[in-house]
């Protein structure tokens, strides 16, 4: 939502996240985000990954992802909504978290430009692997003026995220698109780390 504020008030909201995200980027600035960028599964944006944690047991990923979800619940970008779903405790086996946040995508002085950002978290462990995704995405902008609901499927994919050629982001949902993508990678990449210690 684009919100003017005053001064003193626009310096609390960022996304405090992107600061490890940041990487110097050599030719189109947009490639990453481009075609094929956000998938669809049976019509449905799903991020997935699975990553590899070499020795460790299902007990013990279990119980790393189950803290980092947690934790996640935690930060300064989450609303109170934010909350664990589903646990296993007994089988470590699966794991669902649902996550309410603030993607900030300008903050100037005078001026902040949010969405509100909802998506789940789900987290399948075996031995030696996590496969985490990211689904169930959508966001509400513009809350404090005039609300409007974006759901993924409408709003960041290859069809409605870029422009017709597909060579660039779209005008209005592509900073929906760069952020979301951003926002995963920056998720996916601490699960890694936090399994590969």
Known sequence: MLTLLPMMAVTAQDNTWEQAEKQEVKGNPDQKYLTG???????????????????????????IVAQQLKKMTQEANQLEQSRI??????????????????LVFKNKPLVLDRTRLFYNLIAVVNDGELNLKMTRIYYLY???REPTTYQAEEWI?????????????????????????????????????????
């Open 37 to 63: 960028a956000v998938p669809e599964v049976n019509g449905k944006v799903v991020f997935e990954t699975t990553i590899k944690a070499p020795g460790k047991t299902k007990a013990q990923i279990y119980d």
């Open 85 to 102: 779903v589903a646990e296993d405790p007994e089988q470590k086996g699966q794991i669902v978290a649902s996550y309410q946040e603030w």
């Open 142 to 144: 513009e809350e404090e």
């Open 157 to 197: 994919t290859d069809r409605y995220g870029l422009n017709k050629k597909q060579t660039k982001l779209a005008r209005v949902s592509g900073k929906f698109r760069r952020k979301t993508i951003d926002r995963k990678d920056y998720i996916f990449n601490k699960f890694s780390e936090l399994l590969n210690k």
